[in-house]
């Protein structure tokens, strides 16, 4: 079967090899789509954090049942099923817990582990979900909206909320729709004027704020001086990341969901005067998955694929994604 591997940053390699053999416990899948996210972007890069090389790429996947085993979930072979692509080991603290998403062993398909960027693929069985109706181009954008669930969920957003979502990408259009969903009012930051138009327009955020035009004027302006209760960095920037503060009231919420790699500076006595809640959100649990499941149909996702290309073409293509000029908001690869 093929695959492709990216063997250092800036390299990608179409290969074959076997065919994988499902162990007890485990399911063989086959890839139907792959979504692209930052994840792969960066790691192509050669800029993203727990990472080594070579690697398979692909955590965003629609995929079909080849072989399971008997399981409490009744997924049988034929079955579509989305994939949560978080293999936790069950036992560490975070795990008794509850909280799976930073299980101390995690190991995340296409970071830690081989993804889904080949035709098949085995993984545990207890990591898969149901598609239910959810067509291949749904289920692949289950798993970067379920980041954005999780978010949500972290900060126990409120209908009737103001909140500001910093980062127009894939991540931050997701909580922002997600938000809304919840019932809060969104205030959509971004440089990209594309991506603000993107968001106001087919996500139907309430606000949007260019960040080069004196955000904390705008924001002031909107709610009447009170700021925003939660904030939310889908960006990753350290720039960005440093002045989220800045938009939240006192009392707020401020949600570091993108990653930076390097360290972060905040003025103590200023969030400290706003008795800020500072709070990471990493992966997602099955709970978010399935509240994700349950509300897609309320997600424009035709419009959210801006781009698809055959896995064979996936290489000649993958550079054009790192650009913005291209427009676009998620890229996806076929296999059928």
């Known amino acids: 079967m093929k695959y ?13 090899k076997e065919a994988p053999v499902r162990k007890a416990g485990e399911a063989l899948l086959k890839i139907n789509k792959v979504g692209i996210c930052g994840t792969d972007l960066h790691a192509y890069s050669g800029n993203q954090a727990f990472f080594t090389y070579p690697r398979i790429l692909g955590h965003e996947l629609a995929s079909e049942v080849l072989e399971i085993d008997e399981n409490a979930k009744g997924i049988k072979a034929g079955d579509k099923v989305v994939v949560m692509p978080y293999v936790s080991c069950g036992e560490c603290i975070a795990c008794r817990n509850g909280k799976t998403n930073c299980c101390t ?4 398909l296409g970071v830690h582990a081989d993804g889904g960027m080949q035709e098949q693929i085995t993984v545990p069985a207890n990591i898969l979900l149901p598609a239910n109706n959810l067509s291949n181009d749904q289920m692949a954008i289950v798993e970067p909206l379920a980041i954005g669930a999780h978010a949500i969920r972290r900060a ?7 909140v500001v979502v910093v980062g127009c990408g894939p991540i931050g259009i997701g909580i922002m729709k997600l938000a809304q969903i919840a019932g809060a009012k969104v205030i959509a930051l971004d440089m990209n004027e594309d991506r603000l138009k993107y968001a106001k327009e087919s996500i139907g955020v309430d606000y949007v704020v260019n960040v080069s035009n004196d955000p904390v004027k705008q924001i002031e302006e909107i709610t009447n001086g009170d700021l925003a209760t939660a904030v939310f960095d889908a960006s990753g920037n350290k720039f960005a990341l440093e ?15 993108g990653l930076s790699k390097g360290e972060l500076t905040y003025t103590h006595p200023k969030v400290h005067a706003k008795e800020m809640t500072l709070m ?12 994700v499941i349950s509300v897609l149909d309320q997600f424009p996702t035709e419009s959210f694929i801006t781009h698809s290309v055959p896995f064979t073409e996936m290489i000649a293509n993958f550079d054009s994604w790192l650009k913005p000029e291209t427009g676009v908001i998620k890229a996806t690869v076929n296999f059928n």
């Open 280 to 291: 990471c959100s990493r992966n997602a649990t099955t709970e978010d998955f399935e509240h």
């Open 243 to 257: 002045a989220c503060p800045d938009y939240m009231s006192h009392g707020g919420r401020f949600v570091l969901v």
């Open 4 to 16: 492709i591997v990216c063997e250092k940053p800036g390299e990608f390699i179409l290969k074959e």
């Open 156 to 162: 126990d957003i409120k209908a009737g909320e103001t």
């Open 105 to 108: 062993n995690i190991r995340v």
